[in-house]
């Protein structure tokens, strides 16, 4: 199967089960779910759950035993999309092309629909309905590497010094590699490890999807840096050039656009690198790392 | 040894785990770690972490094995705190006499402290190092316990429906309770009944220390509607009438001051009634509950 056809199927499968697990619109609260669901469903490629399911193939898994843990992972990721987006935050009207949270529901719906998906992501990982697929040992696993790679020393720890660097000229490279590697590698990195852990991994192959994990979110995130500057409005859904007008933190802001193109392409290598060990079982790895550096949005 | 003695003693012993578990304000991001630990330790009497023990110690367990869940329960309440304070929400300045997180250290950085607070939760309960001590098995139904009940269908299910209830003048007795049980219920609730799973309960006290909780907590929140009206400003530490002058939903504003304060009473009831097949190995949770209806902040 080609990449597009397994990103499209593996999307598909993604949303029909996070339209099973979130909670339905007609129970109350009502605006709080149908929040919730809006801006789960707001577009995301779900690039995050399928690097689950692809590495819980890659260890020799069964992918269905990540299911639970692939949507609590979009639903950790959307959360910080909705509170990122807040006017106390980025103040963003629009992501994806369509209306923030906040602009729809309001800010006070916006903050609290974020901590209901925050929240729903662990009671969906535990839920007792998954218990005879799954083993509690590796369920617990899975939510400790989540929510440290989510929390303070995570993606919320990314998201402060991103925050407290805008607008500062004097922001260095190891400035920029803390901002990336915890605001978005840290969730692609906990992707993968989470699918390795769920498929049954040992501890040799958990350390190289590991490896492949930081080298790939980082590539990820210097890619988006990239597209901010060269892709037009159209294509990434959102103002190009906007991170350079709010003097954010970026690899082409620090090491120019040659470099980070060049450092892209390494992180990529390393990615490829770090999955040596595997034979063609870890194929899909390959191409969504290739796939993550060459998307136009 | 009485109750004001244990209170006193068990506070102490929570804060000093809080303070071990938390991230040092010396590790990055200061700001971000400062203020989780700013709300934390701004004079919470523990209520929830010291029901998770007693309900612990009431089903003959180990209280040990439930001091990281009962400091995750005050992570999730401060956090929850910090969130209702906020602008958009209830935009409150102070809280028990202290300036709330966002006037200390800005919208964002308490947006954020709110949301790291709820991620360390998790983190901490499926800590590997406690792996010892107590079964994965139960530190799984622990979280799907505390995610459930602080989640849409808890907790913040109860703030949107208490929020959205603010100002209207046709609200009713099941509104009420649905906020009640909900927004501040669901935590309490969560909390004895971790204790309980924590302790090794078998399914006959399970449900009578879910009972209690159930009881207890309807009975901690008709309680706090009574002190805003009875209490003085510097007892409770926020504006003595606040409820009121907001237009809250509140038991006395719906039934009549006399009326909640025998429904408080009947719940105290409830709760004495649900212990009725412990000893006095249950001493604690019912003194508890006598000392929530007559407390005076």
Excluded: W
Excluded at 31 to 43: D, E, I, P, T, W
Excluded at 144 to 153: D, K, L, P, V
């Amino acid at each position: 199967m080609d990449l597009k056809t397994y990103l499209k199927e593996q999307c598909i499968r993604v949303d029909a089960a996070l339209d099973r697990f979130l909670p339905k619109e007609s129970e109350l609260p009502h605006s709080l779910h149908k929040a919730m669901r809006y801006s789960v469903f707001a577009g995301g490629k779900r690039v995050r759950p399928i690097l689950m399911l692809a590495a819980c193939q890659a260890v020799g898994g069964d992918t269905e035993r990540a299911i639970p843990a692939a949507c609590a992972m979009e639903m950790i990721h959307t959360y910080s999309l909705i509170h990122d987006d807040l006017p106390a935050m980025d103040d963003d009207d629009f992501r994806r092309g369509n209306p923030t949270s906040h602009k729809v529901f309001g800010e006070a719906i916006a903050i609290l629909a974020g901590d209901a998906l925050l929240t729903e992501a662990f009671k969906l990982i535990s839920d007792p309905r998954f218990a005879v697929d799954c083993p509690a040992a590796a369920r617990l696993a899975v939510i400790h590497e989540i929510a440290t790679c989510a929390g303070s020393y995570g993606m919320v720890g990314g998201q402060v010094v991103d925050m407290e660097s805008e607008g500062k000229s004097d922001i260095d490279l190891p400035v920029v590699q803390y901002i990336h590697a915890h605001k978005t590698g840290a969730l692609i990195k906990a992707s993968v490890v989470a699918g390795a852990l769920l498929g049954g991994a040992d501890a040799e192959k958990l350390a190289a999807v590991k490896r492949y994990g930081e080298a790939a979110g980082l590539a990820f995130q210097i890619a988006d840096d990239i597209l901010d500057i060269e892709g037009t409005t159209e294509e990434i859904g959102k103002d190009a050039g906007s991170d350079e007008a709010r003097g954010k933190a970026t690899y082409p802001a620090v090491i120019g656009l040659a470099a980070a193109k060049e450092e892209a392409q390494a992180m990529m290598d390393e990615a490829f690198r770090a999955l040596e060990i595997f034979g063609p079982e870890a194929d899909y790895l390959r191409e969504i790392a290739l796939y993550i550096v060459k998307r136009k949005n």
